[in-house]
T-cell receptor, first 114, second 112 residues
């Protein structure tokens, strides 16, 4: 009964490849997010989707493309992977409440680009 | 723009000692503040949140935080550290609808 799940947990790939990370939440939330955590543990939001609509799109290279087939899923596709893309990527979800924004995080996907 | 600053990238305590992790916020509106914990190789888990209902907020695992507007602070405390508290702790502030801004994190080290 995992609330927010991500696959794969680990991803090792070569520079220039294209890869995808999948995220699913079973909490019935309306909003989903992608975060990037670098080697110094700094956590930065990349995207958020609300009911399949892109809401937040931070300064992220357009090699990164999120896709939300339905409000329970938010996938992240990365083209032409670079060494600097190595990081841990977290998916999260939350319910729409103006006064609150408690987010529930997935276990993370550790991406290593060689 | 809303932001948070966590003082100290590492905090070391002995088991049984007081834990104090510092967080100061900057916000042009009454803030909503959060503390999250990240155990090794895991995702973030909510410890507690401040939503203006009470200035002293109690969370899970014996942690609590006090909102002090005069000091723009939201420090996290626990009276007695346990080995299992060793983790990375993140302070966060709501920064617009559906957006959280996180601090740089503080690693808590607990020695026997």
């Amino acid at each position: 009964d995992t609330a927010v799940s991500q696959t794969p947990k680990y991803l090792v790939t070569q520079m220039g490849n294209d890869k995808s990370i999948k995220c699913e939440q079973n909490l019935g939330h309306d909003t989903m997010y992608w975060y990037k955590q670098d080697s110094k543990k700094f956590l930065k939001i990349m995207f958020s989707y609300n009911n399949k609509e892109l809401i937040i799109n931070e300064t992220v290279p357009n090699r990164f493309s999120p896709k939300s087939p339905d409000k329970a899923h938010l996938n992240l596709h990365i083209n032409s992977l670079e060494l600097g893309d190595s990081a841990v990527y977290f998916c999260a979800s939350s319910q729409d409440r103006e006064w609150n924004n408690e987010q529930f995080f997935g276990p993370g996907t550790r991406l290593t680009v060689l | 723009a809303q932001s948070v600053t966590q003082l100290g990238s590492h905090v070391s305590v002995s088991e049984g000692a007081l834990v104090l992790l510092r967080c100061n916020y900057s916000s042009s509106v009454p803030p909503y503040l959060f503390w999250y914990v990240q155990y090794p190789n895991q995702g973030l888990q909510l410890l507690l949140k401040y939503t203006s209902a009470a200035t002293l907020v109690k969370g899970i695992n014996g942690f609590e935080a006090e909102f002090k507007k005069s000091e723009t602070s939201f420090h996290l405390t626990k009276p007695s550290a346990h080995m299992s508290d060793a983790a990375e702790y993140f302070c966060a502030v709501k920064a617009g609808f559906q957006k959280l801004v996180f601090g740089t994190g503080t690693r808590l080290l607990v020695s026997p």
